[in-house]
């Protein structure tokens, strides 16, 4: 069975640009939620997803923003990229929202110069 | 405002040696904690606890939660090298909201 995937798993951006990352779930697995790790700030829960629908979200400005699939594949949208933004972005996905195991992916590498 | 708070930060310790890693919460609408071991990128889920005293134990490692002191406990017997990771400590809302301390960095030296 294979694990959470995200696309692309290094990323260099530019201040000012947008950024799409990816997350395709465990199969069978509806819910996703995204975070973001930076070394100061740890793991910092971004927002969580199920069934094409928006049910949490963390304490990040309107320039993070989601969406997910029928497919239940996830997109994370960074626009205007800051150097702040700088971090590895985690996905994780779980059976249900209620599910607390949730299995994460190995992250994406964003790096803003 | 809600916050984990684990400690200590690092550790670095012999091969053989226990160690025991703390967290704290402070999160309304408690639902359960969790612990995680990261290695290189992507956490692993290790144990959750949502029920006071109740001991959950795999292998050398073993978890307790207090929840009258809003705290938890990660304990590792007889380290092996293979420990050395960051543990982080994560509690869950009612909301379904998480929230993570900012991990205690193990090493094990030989």
């Known amino acids: 069975k294979a694990g959470v995937t995200q696309t692309p798993r290094y990323l260099i951006k530019t201040r000012g640009q947008q950024v799409t990352l990816s997350c395709s779930p465990i199969?069978?697995?509806?819910?996703v939620s995204w975070y973001q790790q930076t070394p100061g700030q740890g793991l910092q829960f971004l927002f969580e997803?199920?069934?094409?629908?928006?049910?949490n979200k963390g304490n990040f400005p309107g320039r993070f923003s989601g969406r997910q699939f029928s497919n239940s594949r996830s997109e994370m949208n960074v626009s205007t990229l800051e150097l702040g933004d700088s971090a590895l972005y985690l996905c994780?996905?779980?059976?249900?929202?209620?599910?607390?195991?949730?299995?994460f992916g190995q992250g994406t590498r964003l790096t803003v110069v | 405002e809600d916050k984990v708070v684990q400690s200590p930060l690092s550790l670095v310790v012999h091969e053989g040696d226990t160690v025991t890693l703390n967290c704290s919460y402070e999160?309304?609408?408690?639902?359960?904690l969790l612990w995680y071991k990261q290695e290189k990128k992507a956490p692993t889920f290790l144990f959750m606890l949502t029920s006071s005293g109740i001991e959950k134990k795999s292998g050398r490692l073993s978890s307790i939660l207090d929840k009258k002191e809003l705290s938890s406990i990660l304990n590792i017997t007889a380290t092996q090298t293979g420990d050395s990771a960051i543990y982080l400590c994560?509690?869950?809302?009612?909301?379904?909201?998480?929230?993570f301390g900012t991990g205690t960095s193990l090493t094990v030296i030989p």
């Open positions: 994780a996905s779980s059976i249900e929202p209620t599910d607390t195991e949730a299995f």
């Open positions: 994560a509690v869950l809302n009612t909301g379904n909201q998480f929230y």
């Open positions: 999160v309304t609408n408690f639902r359960s």
């Open positions: 997803y199920f069934s094409e629908t928006q049910r």
């Open positions: 199969s069978g697995h509806r819910s």
